[in-house]
């Protein structure tokens, strides 16, 4: 909903090799243009998956229900991918063990009902706090970092790297993130 209406169709495919679609937030809330959008990526033969953003205040189980409500079970999309990050999520910080064990029961239950481990997209900041040095550094990471490119040595699983914010193009209206494949992992 961020961009608006997207012109799919006007997406170069030499300039976006993948594309990720925000589907929900938390436990209850949707992209109203989720729909639309996964509908319009896949019609464009474009390759398509589609992401969550975990809330710190909503436990794990009614998250995973919510993104399963909303994302079909497509054996052509992408893995889901988990946005873990502090930017624009709740105040509270739970402890490492409590968030633990949230995450785990999202990833159980998304793991079993797609049968594909997720992705996890996060900050340096996030994955210091509360990934590192835990079965979850093992996981196929989306790293984020628009000021320097991301060590593979920090991050031996990463798979994508997203080093722009604010880029541009056709067929979408307003800035959109832009992202790198490191591997085929």
């Not at 006007?10 to 949707?30: L, M, N």
């Not at 079970?73 to 624009?88: C, K, R, S, T, W």
């Not at 996030?126 to 990934?131: A, E, G, R, S, V």
Request: hydrophobic letters at 35%; glycine letters at 6%.
């Amino acid at each position: 909903h961020h961009q608006g209406v997207i012109d799919w169709l006007s997406v170069p495919k030499d300039r976006a090799a993948f594309v990720y679609i925000k589907s929900t937030e938390g436990g209850d809330w949707k992209d109203t243009r989720f729909k639309e959008n996964w509908n319009g990526a896949r019609n464009a033969g474009l390759k398509f998956g589609a992401y969550h953003f975990f809330t710190l205040c909503r436990d794990g189980k009614t998250q995973a229900q919510n993104f399963m409500n909303t994302v079909p079970n497509d054996e052509n999309a992408l893995p889901p991918a988990i946005d873990l990050e502090y930017v624009g999520n709740c105040s509270a910080r739970p402890t490492k063990e409590k968030f633990l064990k949230e995450l785990d029961d999202y990833v159980d239950v998304i793991t079993s009902h797609y049968g594909v481990q997720p992705i996890l997209y996060i900050t340096n900041e996030f994955y210091k706090d509360y990934l590192q040095e835990t079965p979850y550094a093992t996981y196929r990471l989306w790293v984020r970092d628009v000021w320097f490119r991301p060590s593979i040595k920090n991050y031996p699983t990463m798979i994508y790297w997203q080093y722009v914010d604010k880029g541009r193009l056709e067929g979408i209206n307003g800035p959109v993130d832009w992202n790198v494949q490191i591997n085929k992992k």
